[in-house]
């Protein structure tokens, strides 16, 4: 069963502008990943965040991690339509191994 | 980077008939490859974990022998959904874990569907 609740389900914004995504989980972590998934193809891997980070930036994407609220929130800065797609967290456990969990996803749409 | 190539992307197939996946690394090797299915605008779920030169772990609820998962080398896995019915229609993607670490590299993913 997915553990991963995310917020918005959807989000519309313009170019430009910054977009945020949040993803909560339920069990302890060992890492957190962030997906991207244009419709209808598979995924591609953002970035990864250990359980000890709490913040990670790479290029225009910024994550942070909050072990205590088990959250963890996507910022992609000056977004641009390209950006559209659906962006998925997953999760990793102490006792999973390389078996991920999915959030629920947010679809994001970038009007240019 | 590593790369996971899956076929077909698409197929059509009629109900009662049996489509096999495939999903290969193809520059690296993958003791464990996981099988996912998502229905539109939803997450993925996951199916199946394939195991190299083993039994594949099935997820609860999921039928074993409807969905066969073959390993039988290190670079290739096999999703075989037999006697399928027009429910089975989704979109059937897998992935491989990066060696030594959790980041997975998909596939394309494929579109099955069952008239």
Redo the contacts between chains.
């Keep these: 069963s997915q553990q991963g609740e995310e917020d918005p389900q959807a989000l519309s914004i313009q170019e430009g502008e910054n977009a945020t995504m949040n993803c909560s989980y339920k069990t302890s972590i060992n890492n957190l990943q962030w997906y991207r998934q244009n419709s209808g193809r598979g995924l591609v891997h953002l970035i990864l965040i250990r359980s000890n980070e709490r913040e990670k930036h790479s290029g225009r994407l910024r994550v942070t991690l909050d072990t205590s609220k088990k959250s963890s929130s996507l910022l992609i800065t000056a977004s641009r339509a390209a950006d559209t797609a659906s962006y998925f967290c997953a999760t990793d456990g102490k006792t999973s191994g390389s078996r991920l969990t999915f959030g629920e996803g947010t679809q994001l749409t970038v009007n240019p | 980077g590593a790369v996971?190539s899956?076929h077909p992307s698409w197929v059509i197939c009629k109900s009662g008939t049996s489509v096999k996946i495939e999903c290969r690394s193809l520059d690296f090797q993958a003791t464990?490859m996981?099988w996912y299915r998502q229905f539109p605008?939803?997450?993925?779920?996951?199916m199946a974990?394939s195991n190299e030169g083993s039994k594949a772990t099935y997820e609860q609820g999921v039928e074993k022998d409807k969905f066969l998962i073959n390993h039988a080398s290190l670079t290739l896995s096999t999703l075989t959904v037999t006697s399928a019915h027009p429910e089975d229609s989704s979109?059937y993607?897998c992935?491989a874990?990066r060696q030594g670490?959790?980041?997975?590299?998909?596939?394309?993913?494929t579109?099955l569907t069952v008239v």
């Design positions: 996971v899956q464990t996981f605008k939803q997450s993925l779920m996951l974990t979109f993607i992935s874990p670490g959790t980041e997975a590299f998909f596939g394309q993913g579109r």
